[in-house]
């Protein structure tokens, strides 16, 4: 291979990860909980040439209230079906936090995601901490990091297993029988956990993908439920070395990124926002995530280098309105003329994006040879040459049959893309 | 029939208001027929959404249900089933659609008001001002067990609960004064101090404390709508609502009579009597001349109660599995097995198996009717049959007699099945001024004419 592929995410919520990003961007203010600026990121994001975007969400004001900054945020899942209709390759990966969800509801919505996209979503583990989550749910609150780890597994398993209990060809449509469903190829999942218990099957048919693509931060859930392991490090060494003890299929680098523009250095733009708030990943914590601040060309250069050590980066803009259109206009196709990432290709879906496994539903009942599975833009593509990620996908897929056979939940790591 | 007066009725500048159902669980969508898309494929949400869009409808529907229906345990698997998150699936409608209503099924039990009302809130800025709410609730264990929180709620508490959940709904909608949003970017902050409240609400359901998160849309809130039919159901809809749907769009007499009740209501809970818009459910059937459309109409009803959907029907009544019978031989000779109802079962229940049986003997007995045949005639009436200008006057008269509002349509077919309803019966209803020839507003709020909310 002549270089790692390294897959490009972008967050995308409010007006950009500083606190005050607000105050430089192009638009109104009021104007951010609009759909026409929903879009117009979308688009952006999607003509850079992005293979996903994620948008964070919370049932709380967003961080940036607390500092002056927008205090409000359209609904993430609801965004994120918005922007999907609105897109025709771009990923979507809205941040859903099992803590106080109710799990059937957030399976219902993602396999949603996954169809309303084709086969394009996404999804950030999130987790709603402290006492004013669980008052604005209105629930006996969830405290400490083990309860916290734990509703977040309860509900990563709940919600994987509802994306299984339909098969993929459950619906057969069977003219001489009058049968709409196959019953046999539906499954309730009868999960029973510390603190609830959920019957199932879901009242979605299968997402088109299987499963959507799973990202969480490292370290939250046990990797083997997860696609991307989301790590953090203050340099591309200590960033290698987070991704390889993920044991995630992919890993993919936060970065935080403040970019020269035409008319003002990163610096001077920085300076000018921290006249009114301190750019902290979240109040009062100091950032464990590498920062990069300066030119284009430095950026694409810093990605290259970190292409060898991570699956992909997950990109945070100072300010999306400003660093979003440099990085459209000069860090993407940088990276595309060195052949570091690519652009998503048009009917492929998340997973093939990313070179990952379609996985079979861990219930399925009929040997995977004998089935047929529908949409073939929801299947990797046959390999070409045993070398390239798309093989080791599909070979991983085979292996992944053969782990769900015997009731293993897990997907196996593409080899060759690290 | 012969067209009424257009000035000898009650209501003569009455406005015909149509939804569009998407039926996601059911054994009325024809999906047996080669013209049949997916029921789940974006592009059928999008026809079906585009098509009412273009026949100028207010509203495109889409139901929910939390748990895949069953009896005895077993699935159905006649029918159709599975369909997606509404709110998912209607904030992608949103972006591709311009002026239609965007209507989603929510339940107030399995939900939390402070996490639900955002995400409506979030359809209704998405789609600027075009979502609504179809409230519904539950009352079994059954649809409980797929939640953590099991199944906490008897018959009683659940309007409690849902008109709790509405009042939180409303003050949280209502979080954020006019012009909370500072003007510009050199504003002291991004929200202007004092304009967004908290919310605090302690009542028998809810213990909610938070600070909202979206300002008002460009509607207000989101339009109420109740299907509850039972003296409860229609309280409920004369206090809150703002649309109540109804199964009595069928006969003139039995809608006007319903109208006339929920009128009544409204008028005790103290509403003015034009706040609520009642729009029954319906099939429409169309065909060139009265004889075709009878005989599509056949067509139809054949195809939805197929022999083994009838076996199936039947079964649920007798409460045993008739799946190896014969559905053109008699009903059965047994009496129906007779089950408490504990709430552990699903939605098809049949409250008094014994007297339903009972009915379907005599009426099959007194007809000649075979077991499918029964099921045919005494499953629900579905809907309206004729040609576009037949059935136009029959739905001029229903509005200009205060009838009815509107009807919320549900196609046999997907995605097609509203095409010749747009392209044939609109225009004659146009041509009778009982509907719009253009959208004079851009809301639902509008559409619909409602006052928005206070």
Known sequence: MPHPALHLAVEIDGDGAHPAAWRRAAHRPGELLTPRRVAKVAAVAENSGFTLVTLDDGILPPASAAAGGPAGRLGAVERAAFVAASTSVLG???VVATTY?????????????DHVSSGRAGWVVGVEEGPDAARAWGRPPVEGASALRREALDGLRVVRDLWDSWEDDAVIRSVATSRYLDRGRLHPIDFTGETYSVKGPAIVPRPPQGR???LAPAGLVPPELVDVALVEGTSPALLGEAAAASGAPLAFAEIEVALDTPDEPAAERIGDLERYAAWEAAPGQPSGRLRYT???AGLADLLEELSDVVDGVRLHPLVLDEDLAVLSRLVLPELFVRRVAARPLPGTTLRTALGLPRPESRFTTAPPATRTTPGASATPAAPATPATPTASAASAASAASAASAKGILSTVAPEGNR | MTRTDPHDVPRPDARLHFGVFFQGVNHWTVWSHPESGSQIDPASFRRVAQTAERGLFDAFFLGDGLRLRETGGRIHELDVAGRPDSLAQLSALAAVTHRIGLVSTSNTTFNEPGDLARRLASLDLLSDGRAGWNVVTTDNAWTGANFRRGGFLDHADRYRRAEEFLTVAR??????????VADSADARAWSVPGSVGRVRAAGAQFDVDLVPTLPRSRQGHPVIFQAGDSPEGRDFA???????FSAHGQDFDDALAFAEDVRRRLRAAGRPQDALRILPGTEIVIGATEKEAEEKARWVRLEQVTPATAL????????????????????PAEDPVVVEDTGAFGSSRIADPRTVAAEWRAKAEANGWSLRETVIALGPQRGHVGTPSGLADTFTRFARHGAVDGFNISPYLIPDGLDDIVDLLVPELQERGVYRTSYTGTTLREHLGLRPPA
């Open chain 1, 101 to 113: 969800a109710e799990p059937f509801h957030v399976s219902t919505r993602l396999a949603s995601l």
């Open chain 1, 212 to 214: 959507p693509v799973v």
């Open chain 2, 238 to 244: 004369a206090r809150n609502a703002d649309v109540i």
């Open chain 2, 171 to 180: 003050a949280i909608w209502d979080g954020w004064a006019d012009g909370a």
């Open chain 1, 294 to 296: 300066g030119s284009a």
């Open chain 1, 92 to 94: 979507v990966a809205p």
């Open chain 2, 312 to 331: 199936a029907v039947a079964g649920r009544v007798w409460n045993m599995d008739l799946s190896g019978r014969d559905p053109d031989g008699p009903l």
